[in-house]
């Protein structure tokens, strides 16, 4: 069984660049979720797709917007990125259940 | 407002020395209380999942246990590979399927 995958694992861009992030979910699995971490900080929700709807979104702007694809994979895409955007992002996979799987995070790094 | 509070916000403990770490959350109606180990740069691993109060579960050291109001993840004779930060996340009912984490308990064991 896969386990959640992301790419890139690490990422530098420029203030006011645009960004995308990929996640692949666990096998079985119908539902992410996507979260920023910054350094020293639990995860922060950013909002969760379910069969490729939105089905939740957390305190972010809509600068921050993502799509699921049919087998269930999804992007996080960030604009006009800012340097608090700097953090990791973590995507997460669950499927009948509760439980969330996280991937291994994408590291962003804004200059 | 739903909030998960976690202390101490490190803690320090020699090879074999047992100690517990404390996650107390406010929520409108607990669906699910998660703990997650996460070691540095990498995403949250599952540990458990708690319902409801007076639940408890094991796994090898670790030892999580569910009140109304708190959670304790209790570490009986810990090594140095237990080292890693501890994050606790809960999940409310009217809130769809988004995870609300504390700052975690970063935890050192030294051999």
């Known amino acids: 069984e896969t386990g959640v995958t992301q790419s890139p694992t690490h990422l530098i861009k420029t203030r006011g660049q645009q960004v995308t992030l990929r996640c692949s979910s666990q096998s079985g699995h119908n539902t992410v979720s996507w979260y920023q971490q910054a350094l020293g900080q639990g995860p922060q929700f950013i909002f969760q797709?379910?069969?490729?709807?939105?089905?939740g979104r957390g305190n972010f702007p809509p600068r921050f917007s993502g799509l699921q694809f049919p087998n269930y994979s999804s992007e996080l895409n960030v604009n006009a990125l800012e340097l608090d955007d700097s953090a990791l992002y973590l995507c997460?996979?669950?499927?009948?259940?509760?439980?969330?799987?996280f991937g291994p995070g994408t590291r962003l790094l804004v200059l | 407002e739903d909030q998960v509070t976690q202390s101490p916000e490190a803690l320090r403990l020699q090879e074999g020395e047992s100690s517990s770490l404390n996650c107390s959350y406010t929520v409108s109606g607990l669906r699910g209380l998660f703990w997650y180990r996460q070691d540095p740069g990498k995403g949250p691993e599952f540990l458990f999942t708690l319902y409801s109060a007076g639940e408890e579960k094991e796994k090898e050291r670790l030892k999580a246990t569910l009140t109304k109001k708190e959670s304790f993840l209790h570490i009986t004779a810990p090594k140095p590979e237990d080292s890693a930060t501890y994050l606790c996340a809960v999940q409310a009912d009217n809130q769809g399927g988004k995870l609300i984490f504390g700052q975690g308990t970063e935890l050192s064991v030294k051999p």
């Open positions: 797709y379910y069969r490729e709807e939105e089905n």
């Open positions: 997460a996979s669950s499927g009948s259940g509760e439980t969330q799987y």
